[in-house]
């Protein structure tokens, strides 16, 4: 399974956009690249998921080069809401697709 | 909008105890996982079970952990005695389709104290 790398920690400002990086370089042929948001004594949420190219939801944008040896993802215009730990994950290929986690990326959003 | 929900949202118990904690997955979906947090920790996978057999567990699901679907609702994690080192917050996690993409999504989680 692909080992991920993110930054542990961010601080943002209420109203900007918010640009996360994950770097995945042992990624596999048929792993998808999953980014969830959890906030303290809460469950994983799903946030956006990819393959490559760019996927756009109602919540967040996921960017994918070419290579998919990495993939950022963008919080447009965050709120003071946004403070929470952000998870990139990749592979859960197969029937089985258990996911491994990383110690997220810890983003503050500030006044 | 469908969601996994957890049951109880806190357990508090004596080491040694058995505990039961329950979960109902989303109606339709047909994976079923178990995560743990340790506080301020990474969530860890235990175990994840499909067509009523575990396909999958970590190597902290020993055996003192054992999971159930005793019926077409519930999806349960038990563990026969507990060890200080059980506590943490425990997810359920369930995901749809057969070899597809498709998402896990994730319980809010019962928080688990050994004394």
């Known amino acids: 399974l692909a080992k991920t790398t993110q930054p542990i920690s961010m601080d943002s400002y209420e109203g900007q956009e918010v640009n996360i990086t994950c770097s995945h370089n042992?990624?596999?042929?048929?792993?998808?690249i999953t980014w969830y948001q959890q906030f303290p004594s809460q469950g994983p949420r799903f946030i956006i998921q990819g393959y490559k190219t760019k996927v756009t939801n109602e919540v967040a944008s996921l960017f994918i080069p070419a290579d998919r040896k990495s993939s950022t993802l963008s919080l447009p215009r965050v709120s003071l809401s946004d403070t929470a730990v952000y998870y990139c994950l990749v592979g859960g290929a197969g029937n089985n697709r258990k996911l491994i986690w990383g110690l997220g990326t810890s983003l503050a959003v500030n006044p | 909008e469908p969601e996994v929900t957890q049951t109880p949202s806190h357990q508090v118990t004596q080491m040694g105890q058995e505990v039961i904690l329950r979960c109902v997955p989303i109606s339709n979906h047909l994976y079923f996982y178990w995560y743990r947090q340790i506080l301020g920790q990474k969530v860890e996978f235990l175990v994840s079970?499909?067509?009523?057999?575990?396909?999958?567990k970590s190597e902290i699901f020993d055996d003192q952990f054992s999971v159930e679907r005793p019926d077409g609702s519930n999806f349960t994690l038990k563990i026969r005695s507990t060890k200080l080192e059980d506590s943490a917050m425990y997810f359920c996690a369930s995901r749809g389709l057969v070899g597809s993409t498709d998402t896990q999504y994730f319980g809010p989680g019962t928080r688990l104290t050994v004394l």
């Open positions: 042992n990624i596999a042929t048929n792993d998808y």
């Open positions: 079970f499909y067509n009523n057999e575990i396909s999958e």
